[in-house]
């Protein structure tokens, strides 16, 4: 019996070493390391934090004017000063009082108003702008006005002129003037009105001088004219169309050719033709006195002579152009 448990026993030993042999040997965890415990620091408590709110953007027209700012201030103003300067030297605050008081209310404007940020800069630059729009609308409107009134003069004397017949009678003096009144027409449709108005007063002096000549010319030739006049009628009165009749058919081709180049204009040519035509005339009744003289003695000398033949009275009476007194 006790043999049997012996055997057992050891049978029992055997297969639980064979058990262990099988399985891996199981190695124990390491214990977790012990964390030193520090000290934790005592925290204060604080009021709930607020964040700031965000400026709001700068205008850029809120800034201090930079340098371009300033310059077109500058030049705004420049300008303004000096169409100011040249409305006041046409005159413009007299010739034209309302437009000038206007442009002159905007550019105290101008000048009182504020320029410490760029904005207010360029409105002062705007209102100087306006001011000398202003100013050269009222410069504009003078010298217009100028024009209007020295073409108004070159038109009058031109008129003059044409009724003197100047175009003929004082040919160079009319073309220069006729040449330079287009000129200040071209001057004043461009909207040169200042030099328009000086052209178109220079056209108008040229223009009188020309009917000036043209009339003195005129007043020559209605001399000469006069004197023709009466030579052809002293011809006229001895019967010198008759007498003289080759002589007087000659000047009094001439005194038409004369009245012709007068009605033209040609006022010289008609002087010189109507001073000829009295020398002509003159001539003609000279002749014919002294055909009548001849006559006359012919007549004295029939009459003298008792028993003259009736021919030699009637060849008296035809040369005497068909009367006997």
Known sequence: MKKTFQMLLAAAVTAAAMSCASKPETVPAPDPPVQEQQEQPVVEELEPRTEPEPEPPVDEADLAPDQVALDALAAAKAGADAARERALAAGCDEASPDDWAGAEETYGEAE???????????????????????????LTAVLKSRADESRALADGARREALEAKANAAARDGYTAADALYSQSAASYKAGAFEEAAESYARAAELFAGARDAAIEKRAAADESRALADNARQEALDVKANVAARDGYTAADALYSQSEASYKTGAFEEAAEGYARTAELFAESRDTAIEKRAAADAAIKAAEEKAGQSDALAQDSVRILGGSQE
Not at 112 to 136: H, I, L, V
């Open 112 to 138: 009182a108003a504020p320029r410490d940020t760029r904005g207010q800069a360029r409105e002062a630059a705007a209102r100087y702008n306006a001011a000398a729009d202003k100013y050269n609308a009222a």
